[in-house]
């Protein structure tokens, strides 16, 4: 093993001259996160919906009462036509 080679080539390299860094106090950026207006949109209606029941109870109460009363009359050719309408619409 040659040992002044190795010398020789950490002298080319200026290895054995290493100087510490000093740390510095001040930081020259900072983080920042900025919410979109698109996104403060989506999340103020996505609050809304979740507030939102899933179900109408009034509608649903109109409907008993008129079933209860007889007066609930259902077309039975509109359902016919929305049943296919939306099995149509669900193939696409």
């Known amino acids: 093993m040659r040992i002044e080679a190795y010398n020789k080539v950490s002298q ?3 290895a054995s001259n290493v100087k510490k860094l ?4 001040e930081k020259s950026f ?3 996160l900025e919410i979109s ?6 999340r103020v209606a996505n609050q809304i919906v979740k507030q939102t ?6 509608k649903i109460n109109d409907i008993k009462m008129r079933m209860e009363s007889g007066t609930y009359n259902v077309n039975m ?3 016919a036509d929305k049943v296919v309408k939306r099995y149509f619409d ?3």
Not at 22 to 25: G, L, R, S
Not at 37 to 42: E, F, I, M, T, V
Request: glycine fraction near 8%; hydrophobic fraction near 30%.
């Open 22 to 25: 000093a740390k510095t106090k």
């Open 77 to 79: 050719s509109e359902v």
């Open 37 to 42: 207006q698109a996104g403060k949109d989506y």
């Open 12 to 14: 080319v390299y200026g």
């Open 30 to 32: 900072s983080d920042m």
């Open 53 to 58: 029941p899933d179900v109408r109870e009034d």
């Open 90 to 92: 669900e193939l696409v």
